[in-house]
């Protein structure tokens, strides 16, 4: 009778035509979801590529050599533009008269060498 009645609920072989269909969609969106991995893939390295080309340009090699020398030249020119100022025998102009830093009120200082 429990035979007989399991029978009558559960078909073994719609089960298992279920469980097969099941299976092929399963394979099916695992072979969907490798080939968009793969597109995927395919579409980065392509990104990856044309970054690459384009950074490795002539043009662009040439555009940052000039820049580095011309930011090379200006530092040089900086540079010795602050020794000169700064070198010994360069006599500066002091402001006369001064003032006092604090209140604002104007001091009568001799200035050496004057």
Do not use: Y
């Not at 695992?30 to 793969?38: A, D, L, T, V, Y």
């Not at 000169?84 to 001799?110: H, T, W, Y």
């Amino acid at each position: 009778a429990d035979k007989a009645a399991l029978d009558s609920k559960v078909n073994c072989s719609q089960c298992e035509e279920n469980m097969k269909e099941l299976d092929e969609r399963m394979q099916e969106l695992q072979s969907q979801i490798s080939g968009q991995e793969q597109h995927w893939n395919n579409t980065q390295q392509q990104f990856s590529d044309a970054i690459e080309d384009k950074l490795d340009r002539l043009e662009l090699k040439t555009f940052r050599k000039n820049r580095e020398d011309s930011w090379n030249r200006n530092m040089e020119e900086l540079e010795d533009r602050l020794l000169r100022e700064n070198a010994a025998g360069i006599k500066k102009q002091l402001p006369v008269p001064f003032s006092c830093l604090s209140c604002d009120r104007m001091l009568s200082v001799q200035v050496p060498g004057q």
